[in-house]
């Protein structure tokens, strides 16, 4: 008798349920196309777990150059400064609205700084040294030797000297060494937002000699032979597209967020320098060698920093160094592994992809054969040939009811949604060893051109032996941790929205 009540019960709230879909897919604009009632009698929502469904107006949020900033996430601690896209009312560089790209330019250039980081790790490359004098020994230049800046999409600003002095700065942890422009520019200095660095203003700065051990060291981190000028050691560093910079090493104080300190540190002072930077004061290395931001602070904060991206130009995120910068409940991480092609590069367990709940047939070997590193520098995740073609036949397959557009540079999925008014979107998730994975935002599926060119973010390599390379539009609203003394990297979700 109990079994039949039960079993009239359950009928019942079917009956209820399927009313309950039949009322919100009539009375709403939001339709839960693919819900339905199981054997249990249970509602479910099969969206939930597959798909996402967004208002399709939403996704040009990303790309929106709205006049008002938005300075959330606050509170992240003294060691901690913010960390803006270069162009959107929270960076001091948009009012160069001439440097903007346009969305073809961001791709190829991308495209650009890829190769160059191809190149840093792929074995035995031949290089032409171009030499540029400087001084009493000239510094040696390889032609492309450093990895390209790209759209250098993010930038902090720090202070340097003593009283400090505010510098918006390209963040990059593709690279090794940190500089910025100094006056007088003996040579040639691009045109910058902030005032250029005068180090006769700060009673902390002093030049590194030719005969400290410091001065042999910058060739690790510039891959350029350092040059003399009297005493003085010359610095030199040239990146994939020809941009260099060239002027005194040298130390001074280093002021991060509201109050935190590191002194002696060592940069760059470029009294030469060239290339498309966008209006930025230099550049802050977060590489993996001794002379990086991150290495010269361990003593202070230990050999550890997260950051966050903001997936809009209107909102900001922040690098923290040290400990304390995160506000995700949940932080699961993977190994932190190096690669003697690119020992300068963050590379991570990466193990495989899922679409819409399911993890796709991909061999491991796919990804361990040239390796996955992170880099806050590339825009675009490349894959290897094999996991990009299981991607994207996944991804079109549960896109295959909208209109499909024209390639947009290296993005070959695209998609027409402008007569839409809300789109289904698969979901996707970047898996790693130890069970961490990126559970993807739409933010970090899609890029937006407009309504009528919205693409797949991914794009996948030529040669099966590339390294594949997360980019940051996947890595956007996520906290990302850098154990390094720990060996690990982690990721949160809902870091910065």
């Not at 009283?163 to 691009?190: E, H, M, N, R, V």
């Not at 005493?231 to 040298?250: H, K, L, M, N, R």
């Not at 390796?371 to 040939?385: K, N």
């Not at 007569?419 to 559970?439: H, I, M, N, Q, R």
């Amino acid at each position: 008798m109990t079994t039949l009540n039960h079993v009239n019960n359950n009928n019942s709230n079917k009956f209820i349920l399927l009313i309950l879909v039949f009322v919100i897919c009539n009375s709403s604009n939001y339709c839960l196309t693919n819900a339905n009632v199981d054997n249990y009698g249970e509602y479910r929502e099969e969206g939930h777990q597959t798909h996402t469904t967004h208002v399709v107006t939403s996704l040009l949020d990303s790309i929106t150059h709205d006049s008002v900033c938005d300075s959330s996430p606050k509170g992240r601690g003294p060691n901690s400064v913010r960390l803006s896209h270069k162009h959107g009312p929270c960076s001091a560089l948009d009012s160069q609205l001439t440097s903007r790209l346009t969305h073809v330019e961001i791709l190829d250039h991308d495209e650009d700084r890829v190769n160059s980081i191809r190149n840093r790790v792929r074995p035995n490359l031949a290089q032409v040294d171009k030499v540029r004098p400087v001084g009493q020994k000239a510094v040696v230049l390889p032609a492309k030797s450093g990895t390209t800046i790209g759209s250098g999409n993010y930038i902090v600003t720090v202070g340097l000297g003593t009283p400090k002095k505010d510098l918006s700065l390209i963040f990059d942890t593709g690279s090794d060494f940190t500089w910025t422009q100094c006056a007088p520019c003996t040579k040639s200095c691009y045109q910058q937002q902030d005032p250029v660095f005068n180090p006769k203003e700060s009673t902390t700065y002093t030049n590194i000699t030719c005969s400290s051990q410091l001065c042999s060291d910058v060739s690790a981190a510039t891959s350029a032979s350092p040059g003399c000028s009297s005493t003085t050691c010359i610095y030199g560093i040239q990146y994939g597209d020809s941009s260099f910079s060239i002027g005194f090493f040298a130390k001074d104080t280093l002021t991060l967020g509201s109050g935190s300190y590191v002194p002696n540190f060592y940069f760059g002072c470029g009294e030469d320098n060239q290339g498309l930077f966008g209006g930025s004061a230099g550049l802050l290395g977060l590489g993996r060698n001794k002379l990086s931001a991150v290495s010269q602070s361990a003593s202070t904060f230990g050999n550890y920093f997260s950051y966050c991206l903001p997936s809009k130009s209107t909102s900001t995120g922040h690098l923290t160094f040290g400990r304390g910068g995160t506000t995700s409940k949940v932080i699961k991480y993977t190994s932190l592994m190096t690669s003697s092609a690119g020992p300068s590069f963050y590379f991570v367990d990466f193990q495989g992809i899922s679409v819409g709940g399911s993890k796709l047939a991909i061999s491991p070997s796919v990804f361990s054969s040239g390796g996955t590193l992170i880099d806050s520098g590339t825009v675009i995740t490349r894959l290897p040939s094999d996991a990009y073609t299981a991607l994207q036949s996944a991804f079109s397959k549960a896109m295959s009811k909208y209109p499909t557009a024209p390639a947009l540079s290296i993005l070959d999925t695209c998609y027409d949604l402008s007569s839409y008014t809300t789109v289904s979107v698969p979901k996707v998730s970047l898996l790693f060893g130890g069970g961490a994975s990126l559970d993807l935002p739409v933010t970090g599926i899609l890029y937006v051109k407009d309504l009528s060119q919205v693409c797949l973010a991914f794009a996948g390599n030529e040669d099966a032996g590339d390294v594949a390379i997360i980019g940051n539009v996947q890595q956007t609203t996520f906290d990302v941790l850098y154990d390094v003394a720990g060996g690990k990297v982690g990721f949160g979700a809902g870091g910065c929205l």
